[in-house]
């Protein structure tokens, strides 16, 4: 399975980014995809979630009410639109993808397969 982020770029406070990922390969035995993102000198962090086939969506305290995870109907494409930013949104987001059904879906060592990453600078 292949991921490409795209969408990052520089927002000022309380603007808008949409983020993309386009996923290839074997791509039928995921379970869910989602969004991590890692600031300077901290770890990387779950940010969102869906559950491909079920539609489930899992989310962050911090970006619920202001983040959106979905998909495409054909499940090759997933999208973060962001909304109201904040500085501490500032990050690179990584696109992810899990083969198990497991609840902890925000946990880095549950990911099978990482996107390269994105830059979103919020000042």
């Known amino acids: 399975v292949q991921l490409v982020e795209s969408g990052g770029g520089s927002v000022q406070a309380g603007g808008s980014l949409r983020l993309s990922c386009a996923a290839s390969g074997y791509t039928a035995n995921t379970c869910s995809m989602g969004w991590f993102r890692q600031a300077p000198g901290k770890e990387r962090e779950g940010v969102a979630a869906i559950r491909r086939y079920s539609g489930t969506t899992f989310y962050a305290d911090s970006v619920k009410g202001r983040f959106t995870i979905s998909q495409d109907n054909a499940k090759t494409t997933l999208y973060l639109q962001m909304n109201s930013l904040k500085p501490e949104d500032t990050a690179v987001y990584y696109c992810?993808?899990?083969?198990?059904?497991?609840?902890?879906?925000?946990?880095?060592?549950?990911?099978?397969?990482w996107g390269q990453g994105t830059q979103v600078t919020v000042s």
């Open positions: 992810a993808a899990t083969i198990q059904c497991i609840p902890n879906w925000n946990e880095t060592r549950t990911v099978n397969y």
